[in-house]
């Protein structure tokens, strides 16, 4: 079984063509509905009574949602506008709500699951149900500016318990305070990771293990209108991949690294959650396919 954790959303996204407000998004809403294309993922999340049922209604529709939680307050909101290219986001203000005093409970059904990712959140609040598990085979996490600027010692803790960080550049140097990400990504397995997959955004991503480097392209794509999501779909896709082939080995890990890619590409096609949940399992296999092409020489 797949475990996701981590924030579920109403977000104010800005692009320069379009302004949306108040929409389905949230780090564990992405990456959970992306994974649910390969293994139906259980969701441990916080909602506030503001949450609009027609959003609940898609949650419920990909996922198992006996670990959501509905609290008295608001729903974690962020607003975040990006520039001309689509490739820079600006904070402009982060609203933790009811995930500020979220108290996860990780459900019994859940405690033997063997993936966890534990998307984007209060890294305290993923160290405590990091640990609620069992019988992890292969767990990751990832992390954004907000909790590198306010809990860096609690997200490199974090990142101590987990066998994979998942996490993007600008990111990850901040994090490590170097601009070389190579030096930065051995510098996240020193603190604890096996594996280590830094996201560039529409360069794909690098992934680190032992000495070894393995860079895959993003799936180049000509028109791409909301980036939200992407590196959350990524993640999804990801180990939604290899909890469906109950493997951690290497090349599955490698071919893992390609589905991430290919759920990335349709999360920026389409604004909010609208990419990935209106997508047929057909597609998936389609792109992967090209992607294969795409690389090959
Ligand atoms: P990404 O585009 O992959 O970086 O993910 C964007 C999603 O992360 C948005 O839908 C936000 O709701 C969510 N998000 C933004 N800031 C935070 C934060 N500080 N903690 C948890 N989730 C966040």
Same mark, same amino acid.
Request: hydrophobic fraction near 40%.
């Given at each position: 079984?797949?475990?996701?954790?981590?924030?579920?959303?109403?977000?104010?996204?800005?692009?320069?063509?379009?302004?949306?407000?108040?929409?389905?998004?949230?780090?564990?809403?992405?990456?959970?509905?992306?994974?649910?294309?390969?293994?139906?993922?259980?969701?441990?999340?916080?909602?506030?009574?503001?949450? @609009?049922?027609?959003?609940?209604?898609?949650?419920?529709?990909?996922?198992?949602?006996?670990?959501?939680?509905?609290?008295?307050?608001?729903?974690?909101?962020?607003?975040?506008?990006?520039?001309?290219?689509?490739?820079?986001?600006?904070?402009?203000?982060?609203?933790?709500?009811?995930?500020?005093?979220?108290?996860?409970?990780?459900?019994?059904?859940?405690?033997?699951?063997?993936?966890?990712?534990?998307?984007?959140?209060? @890294?305290?609040?993923?160290?405590?149900?990091?640990?609620?598990?069992?019988?992890?085979?292969?767990?990751?996490?990832?992390?954004?500016?907000?909790?590198?600027?306010?809990?860096?010692?609690?997200?490199?803790?974090?990142?101590?318990?987990?066998?994979?960080?998942?996490?993007?550049?600008?990111?990850?140097?901040?994090?490590?305070?170097?601009?070389?990400?190579?030096?930065?990504?051995?510098?996240?397995?020193?603190?604890?990771?096996?594996?280590?997959?830094?996201?560039?955004?529409?360069?794909?991503?690098?992934?680190?293990?032992?000495?070894?480097?393995? @860079?895959? @392209?993003?799936?180049?794509?000509?028109?791409?209108?909301?980036?939200?999501?992407?590196?959350?779909?990524?993640?999804?896709?990801?180990?939604?991949?290899?909890?469906?082939?109950?493997?951690?080995?290497?090349?599955?890990?490698?071919?893992?690294?390609?589905?991430?890619?290919?759920?990335?590409?349709?999360?920026?096609?389409?604004?909010?959650?609208?990419?990935?949940?209106?997508?047929?399992?057909?597609?998936?296999?389609?792109?992967?396919?090209?992607?294969?092409?795409?690389?090959?020489?």
């Amino acid at each position: 079984m797949l475990t996701i954790f981590g924030s579920v959303a109403l977000d104010t996204i800005r692009t320069p063509t379009k302004v949306l407000r108040g929409v389905l998004g949230g780090a564990a809403t992405f990456a959970s509905i992306s994974a649910s294309f390969f293994v139906k993922p259980g969701l441990i999340a916080v909602i506030g009574q503001d949450f @609009p049922k027609k959003y609940y209604n898609i949650l419920n529709k990909f996922l198992d949602l006996s670990g959501l939680a509905r609290a008295n307050g608001k729903t974690f909101r962020y607003d975040g506008s990006y520039d001309e290219t689509l490739s820079h986001r600006t904070t402009n203000k982060t609203e933790l709500n009811v995930l500020g005093s979220f108290n996860p409970v990780v459900p019994d059904e859940y405690k033997k699951s063997e993936f966890v990712y534990l998307a984007n959140n209060d @890294p305290v609040q993923n160290t405590k149900v990091i640990k609620e598990f069992d019988g992890i085979k292969f767990s990751m996490c990832d992390t954004i500016d907000f909790w590198i600027s306010t809990k860096r010692d609690d997200v490199i803790k974090m990142m101590g318990l987990v066998n994979s960080v998942v996490i993007n550049d600008e990111e990850a140097k901040l994090l490590t305070k170097t601009q070389n990400l190579i030096k930065s990504a051995k510098k996240i397995m020193e603190w604890g990771a096996e594996y280590v997959i830094i996201k560039k955004g529409e360069h794909g991503s690098l992934l680190f293990y032992e000495d070894i480097v393995f @860079p895959s @392209p993003a799936f180049s794509l000509e028109n791409i209108v909301d980036p939200t999501g992407a590196g959350d779909s990524f993640a999804g896709g990801m180990i939604g991949y290899m909890a469906s082939k109950k493997s951690t080995k290497i090349s599955t890990l490698r071919e893992a690294v390609v589905y991430g890619n290919v759920m990335g590409s349709f999360a920026v096609e389409e604004y909010g959650v609208r990419g990935l949940s209106k997508l047929k399992k057909s597609q998936i296999q389609k792109r992967f396919n090209q992607y294969k092409k795409m690389v090959h020489f």
